[in-house]
Nanobody
Framework: EVQLVESGGGLVQPGGSLRLSCAAS????????INWVRQALGKGLEWVSQ????????DYTDSVKGRFTISRDNAKNTLYLQMNSLKPEDTAVYYC??????????WGQGTQVTVSS
């Protein structure tokens, strides 16, 4: 059974940091590029960041560049998102998404990040 399980969300003050994790199982994690995607309450899905299969290439949406860092440990089948200098507008449910060419992508259940004083 394919599973992506996000963790590490929570409540943090503006300017604070959180590290999200996404633990994968049931498929060959190291084959696939992975996205972090977020959804704020009442809004649509927003792509945040992508990492390629071996971690050698990353990309970010402009609003998080310089603040967020995506990484992966293929030996542990785990994806990470280090989030620094958090802002209230980063408040959202964060999802990891494995990009599976020719098939439906794999999604996790999400983890809530709330940035508030």
């Amino acid at each position: 059974e394919v599973q992506l399980v996000e963790s590490g969300g929570g409540l943090v003050q503006p300017g604070g940091s959180l590290r999200l994790s996404c633990a994968a199982s049931g498929f060959t994690f190291s084959r696939y590029a992975i996205n972090w995607v977020r959804q704020a309450l009442g809004k649509g899905l927003e792509w945040v960041s992508q990492i390629n299969n071996d971690g050698g290439s990353t990309d970010y949406t402009d609003s998080v560049k310089g603040r967020f860092t995506i990484s992966r440990d293929n030996a542990k089948n785990t994806l990470y998102l280090q989030m620094n200098s958090l802002k209230p507008e980063d408040t959202a449910v964060y999802y990891c998404e494995a990009i599976v060419p020719g098939r439906e992508n794999y999604w996790g259940q999400g983890t809530q990040v709330t940035v508030s004083s």
